[in-house]
T-cell receptor, first 113, second 114 residues
Framework: NAGVMQNPRHLVRRRGQEARLRCSPMKGHSHVYWYRQLPEEGLKFMVY????????ESGMPKERFSAEFPKEGPSILRIQQVVRGDSAAYFC???????????FGSGTRLTVV | KQEVTQIPAALSVPEGENLVLNCSFTDSAIYNLQWFRQDPGKGLTSLLL?????REQTSGRLNASLDKSSGRSTLYIAASQPGDSATYLCAVVPYTGANSKLTFGKGITLSVRP
């Protein structure tokens, strides 16, 4: 029973390019969350999704960032026209209905050069 | 707005010592509280989950307690080992819903000296 799978583990993008981060939740989990961890800061919530629905996007920057969790396939966090300030570790977590704890992936470390 | 505080930010202890890591939160209306461990450059590993109706949870050398009324949780590590060196994060889920976002503290970076 694989845990939460994130890929790629490391991603380097030049300023202005697009970054696409993927997350496959644990088997049996239908709730997906994205968090961002900036150097010297804690983990900050970005967005919470269920299949085909965005439930809470209160932590998402208003521009350039979007997320989806399609009926088939992984959840995608998309960052358009990346800037140096987007460099961070992006973590995905999943939980089951009723929440018996969150399981986190290993993260994607985005570096914008 | 829920705020989670973990003090101190860093702690260094000799091997074998028993230690307590503290976590405080401002809004006592929580659904549950979870402790995580993060190794440098790695993801988060769940250590213990305490539901709001519970007072403590134990796993091996770890014991986590929860006092909702005072907005506090502690993680007790018995007989610390160098392998326990990591950052320990606590996070709470609000009572607005079982599947709500986690609010994290900034973590305590623990170093256990051989």
């Amino acid at each position: 029973n694989a845990g939460v799978m994130q890929n790629p583990r490391h991603l380097v993008r030049r300023r202005g390019q697009e970054a696409r981060l993927r997350c496959s939740p644990m088997k049996g989990h239908s709730h997906v969350y994205w968090y961002r961890q900036l150097p010297e800061e804690g983990l900050k919530f970005m967005v919470y999704l269920q299949k085909e629905n965005i439930i809470d996007e209160s932590g998402m920057p208003k521009e350039r960032f979007s997320a989806e969790f399609p009926k088939e396939g992984p959840s995608i966090l998309r960052i358009q026209q990346v800037v140096r300030g987007d460099s961070a570790a992006y973590f995905c977590a999943s939980s089951s209905q009723g929440n018996y704890g969150y399981t986190f992936g290993s993260g994607t470390r985005l570096t914008v050069v | 707005k829920q705020e989670v505080t973990q003090i101190p930010a860093a702690l260094s202890v000799p091997e074998g010592e028993n230690l307590v890591l503290n976590c405080s939160f401002t809004d006592s209306a929580i659904y549950n509280l979870q402790w995580f461990r993060q190794d440098p450059g790695k993801g988060l590993t769940s250590l213990l989950l305490i539901q709001s109706s519970q007072r403590e949870q134990t796993s091996g050398r770890l014991n986590a307690s929860l006092d909702k009324s005072s907005g506090r949780s502690t993680l007790y590590i018995a007989a610390s080992q160098p392998g326990d060196s990591a950052t320990y994060l606590c996070a709470v889920v609000p009572y607005t819903g079982a599947n709500s976002k986690l609010t994290f503290g900034k973590g305590i970076t623990l170093s256990v000296r051989p």
